[in-house]
């Protein structure tokens, strides 16, 4: 097992230096994690007829990961991550930036260099101008349960269930259960918690998470693994997918429409129904979820004994128990959304949850159609400061504070952005095929093969999957 | 401009200066006392000097920092004080911060409680900085130019290594107003 010690050492020296400056060393983080796991599973990736294939692993670990497009991981560790190239650009693309037309010229590569991933989503595109066809994270550690999304990095620390959103970074420390949607940022230590969505010139949405009752949920602090109320109950339920990543060939528990997807890595449980047009992707867990036409349950999502009416989105992450939405809710990434059997949590349709939301209350909570909700909401009083109407919220010009979340700009604009971006969500997933068009994830990704890949089993190499190159 | 910034500079011992673990109200009653002792001058003094067991200065207080180190300190605050880090205007920030001291439990923060006045000097000090220090042999022409580039309202000067006194700005601009009055009349002098 020497080379796997000696590539997590690497890693963690070249993230402590691109960190120096600002004074943020991630040994006492990444020590905890046992290297024994490492070697343990198997890495696997998907085969499609609507995917550019071409896989290159190089001195690698890549435990229970799952590749699918074009990837390139070099000297890199990946646990338990999904790196998912369903949404890269192709060759011969137009890729808009303000008033820049770019033109495509290679079908764009996720390339994972000098980095160790722990239970890391990895989606999107990079939406970097200055590298269209490069998704790079390099020199970076993210940690349990976190997103790279549309997020190109170098030489960043990012913490468990922290989510990197059409961000490009370089040299930061993103704090545990953080959300940046920021363009581009460097050289920053962003505090846990902290809710961050801006374009420049437009809007600039904060949000601080109060410290004392985030770490209930979310604690990840140097010297001891992750904790809190989110690690629990997410480890409450990891027994639930051994099956599925044991066994081969698996049996779909429930009927599923022809237009619709539930990944073979996903859980279902219970009195679980799938309506036209869902996509569930892998590693979604649901038990008694009744999900209606359109509804789009990403990856690492919970929905337990809830109804969602239509058109929902669950972001990457996102947990909803004991809870109804009406269509067109939006619940963005990571966010905790739990209500009680005798007191359920009810949303009206065409909410907008911001991402790393946590409702988690014990009375009932009822939030009206066409409000944007955000923060640590723990009762009905809560939402006084943690929600606004859409059509309120619309007419903010200069800005708006509200407890501890902050608005600079234009109400408008931000609010349109959020809709216009769950449209192409919706859109890109499938939701709107009418039978012959405008087919997405939902029906492309109802034909994906699965292979799997392996490490040494003994020797110095123990751990370290040999080199792979995988083309058409 | 001939002379040298020991010419110019406050000595150590008329400075107003306190110890390390004094408290807030020890640091303002030394501010006082000191700015007593020089009102016969025309600028009297504007920071403290905190001082380690060895007599040697390991920090500055300025009025500046006596008045931040008063401000309330919350949570909340503590999330407002770093909105200009996140891309929001100054006029921005300014506006919450004023709507913040507004609320009625926080207003009366200038008249401390002892809980502020007991702060201990060393958790709100400014620590000095390798280019606070100048020799005191430099000229003040280049004494002038220094505070210039470095952007400073005082520089420590030393001897061998040991912090001896206070160069002032204000102290170095009368000098310069001086030469330039001289220069200005000599030129006026018919030949």
């Known amino acids: ?472 | 401009m001939n002379q040298i910034v020991k010419d110019f500079m406050v000595t150590l011992s008329d400075y107003a200066t306190t110890y390390k673990g004094a408290t807030l109200y020890e640091a303002v009653l030394a501010l006082e006392t000191a700015k007593k002792d020089v009102d016969q001058t025309v600028h009297p003094h504007w920071v403290v000097l905190v001082l380690d067991e060895n007599d040697e200065v390991i920090g500055k207080l300025s009025q500046l920092n006596l008045l931040m180190a008063l401000e309330p300190k919350t949570e909340y605050t503590a999330v407002v004080d770093r909105l200009d880090r996140f891309g929001f205007s100054s006029k921005f920030v300014a506006s919450i911060r004023e709507t913040s001291l507004n609320n009625e439990a926080i207003d009366n923060y200038l008249y401390p409680d002892n809980l502020a006045m007991d702060m201990k000097v060393d958790d709100f000090m400014k620590t000095l900085s390798e280019n606070e220090f100048i020799d005191e042999n430099t000229t003040l022409n280049s004494a002038a130019h220094q505070f210039s580039i470095r952007k400073r309202l005082s520089l420590l000067v030393t001897r061998e290594e040991k912090t001896v006194g206070v160069l002032r700005l204000a102290d170095v601009f009368s000098a310069l107003i001086t030469a330039m009055k001289k220069a200005h009349n000599d030129e006026g002098e018919p030949a």
């Open chain 1, 1 to 472: 097992m020497k080379a796997i010690v000696t590539l997590f050492e690497r890693i963690l020296q070249r993230v402590n230096i691109n960190l120096r400056e600002l004074g943020f060393d991630a040994t006492p983080y990444i020590h905890i994690i046992p290297i024994g796991q490492m070697i343990k599973f198997y890495g696997f990736y998907g085969i499609t007829p609507h995917h550019p294939l071409n896989f290159k692993f190089k001195n690698s670990n890549l435990a229970g990961s799952y590749f699918l497009g074009r990837c390139q991981v070099n000297n890199a560790i990946l646990y338990k991550s999904d790196i998912r190239g369903d949404e890269l650009k192709k060759r011969g693309d137009i890729f808009q930036y303000n008033d820049y037309k770019i033109p495509v010229v290679d079908n764009e590569e996720i390339q994972v260099e000098d980095s160790l991933l722990i239970k890391t989503l990895v989606h999107n595109f990079s939406h970097d101008p200055e590298s269209l066809e490069r998704f790079f994270i390099k020199d970076t550690i993210s940690m349990n349960h976190s997103n790279i999304h549309g997020s190109p990095c170098e030489g960043c620390f990012i913490g468990a269930f922290a989510t990197a959103d059409l961000t490009t970074m370089h040299d930061c420390v993103i704090g545990n259960f953080a959300y940046i949607q920021a363009e581009e940022i460097s050289h920053l230590n962003i505090p846990h918690g902290t809710i961050w969505v801006r374009n420049p010139g437009k809007f600039n949405f904060y949000y601080q998470h109060p410290q004392e009752k985030l770490n209930e949920y979310v604690y990840f602090s140097a010297g001891s693994p992750p904790q809190g109320k989110l690690i629990d109950f997410v480890a409450d339920r990891k027994e639930a997918f051994q099956r599925v990543f044991d066994v081969v060939n698996i049996e779909q528990l429930i009927p599923v429409p022809s237009s619709a997807s539930l990944d073979r890595y996903s859980v279902t449980r219970g009195q679980t129904t799938i309506g036209e047009n869902v996509l569930v992707a892998q590693r979604a867990y649901l038990q008694n979820a009744s999900l209606g036409k359109g509804v789009n349950v990403q990856e690492n999502c919970f929905v337990i004994n809830s109804n969602l009416e239509g058109n929902d989105v669950a972001a990457h992450g996102a947990k909803i128990i004991e809870a109804d939405l009406g269509s067109m809710v939006f619940v963005g990434f990571n966010s905790f959304l739990r209500g009680r059997p005798d007191n359920r949590l009810t949303i009206g349709e065409n909410c907008i949850v911001m991402p790393h939301t946590i409702i988690d209350v014990n009375g009932a909570v009822n939030i009206p159609p066409d409000y944007l909700v955000w923060g640590l909401i723990q009762s009905e009083e809560d939402l006084e400061t943690h929600s606004i109407s859409i059509e309120e919220f619309t007419k903010v010009e200069t800005r708006l504070a509200m407890g501890n979340m902050f608005f600079e700009g234009n109400g408008a604009a931000f609010i349109e952005a959020f809709q216009d971006r769950i449209r192409h969500i919706l859109k890109a997933n499938g939701a709107f095929f009418n039978g012959a068009e405008k087919k997405g994830h939902a029906q492309k990704n109802q034909y994906i093969s699965f292979n799997t890949i392996q490490p040494y089993p003994e020797g110095n190499k123990k751990g370290i999957f040999p080199t792979i190159v995988i083309k058409p």
